[in-house]
């Protein structure tokens, strides 16, 4: 099944209309049909393209678009199978995050690199440690090349092409000590106690005023401002036109806007009583 989508022409698919699409819906989720399933997987391989599009970027060429594309009709396949209408949000959300993160566990466990380049790769990051603690310092780029004997213009081109993916939130550390990477990731911007809870008490507003906004609304603004996705993308991943995706932000930014305000009169006027 996995070969036959990954060789699909795209843009031989017969799209299908949203009432059609739901129909395929209450079908496969009353019968749960093999058939059924794999209509629905065809339908939503342009989710599979999306993700493809946007994680190739980052990696080294010594990784198959074929492969990444693989695991994400994966990913796709198993959101299709997961999925039910209780889970309270839009499948293509749904699909987006398993698709993501079935590439990226699959990365995790291979190693597209050739023997030869992981033992160069090895033996860069051994010398850059030990030079680091005989020095005190970061070494630069010329002491680790004359090290390990490679030209320094070769030394991050190399470095490069390591495919070891690591997330920020990922656990160090014992069971009873444990901390995530991104604890460890230097703060430039730091700001003082009470711009700390400024910020804080904003954030807090923010997520608490979204959480009252329709969901396609709610949708809409989450991929716009935390996925970084165009308003175009949007309407791809949500099978509607750019122009609705714009009315839809428009709508959601207005009530935001009118939830905020109503807050923060209500927080004034305790203040006034209190």
């Known amino acids: 099944m996995t070969e036959g989508l990954e060789s699909t022409n795209y843009s031989k698919i017969k799209r299908l209309s949203q009432d ?28 599979v393209r999306y993700v493809v599009g946007r994680i190739k970027v980052t990696l080294p060429a010594t990784v198959s678009v074929d492969d990444i594309t693989g695991y994400g009709v994966e990913g796709l396949i198993n959101a299709v199978e997961k999925f039910s209408a209780q889970k309270n949000t839009r499948f293509e959300t749904y699909a987006l995050i398993r698709i993501r993160g079935a590439i990226i ?35 630069t780029t010329q002491e680790i090349a004359q090290a390990v004997n490679i030209d320094p213009d070769k030394i991050m081109k190399i ?8 997330s920020l939130y990922e656990k160090r550390g014992t069971a009873d000590d444990s901390y995530e990477i991104i604890d460890t990731v230097q703060d430039t911007y730091k700001l003082n106690p009470q711009e700390k809870m ?14 009252r906004l329709p969901e396609r609304e709610r ?11 165009t ?19 428009a709508q959601g930014i207005m009530k935001l806007k009118n939830i905020l305000s ?5 927080r004034l006027q305790q203040k006034i009583i209190a």
Request: net charge negative.
């Open 20 to 47: 059609e699409l739901v129909s395929l819906w209450e079908k496969y989720l009353s019968n749960k049909v093999k058939e059924t399933r794999d209509e629905l997987i065809v339908q939503y391989l342009y989710l």
């Open 105 to 139: 566990d699959r990365i995790r466990q291979e190693d597209f690199l050739p023997r030869s380049l992981r033992v160069k790769i090895k033996a860069i990051k051994n010398a850059q440690e030990e030079l680091k603690q005989k020095l005190g310092r970061m070494p």
């Open 159 to 166: 470095l490069s092409e390591d495919t070891t993916i690591t």
């Open 198 to 211: 400024e910020e804080k008490n904003v954030e807090e507003a923010l997520q608490d005023a979204l959480k």
């Open 219 to 229: 949708i809409v603004i989450v991929l716009y401002y935390q996925e970084n996705m």
């Open 231 to 249: 308003m175009k993308e949007i309407g791809g991943t949500l099978n509607m036109s750019e122009s609705r995706v714009c009315q839809i932000h």
């Open 262 to 266: 109503e807050e923060r009169t209500q």
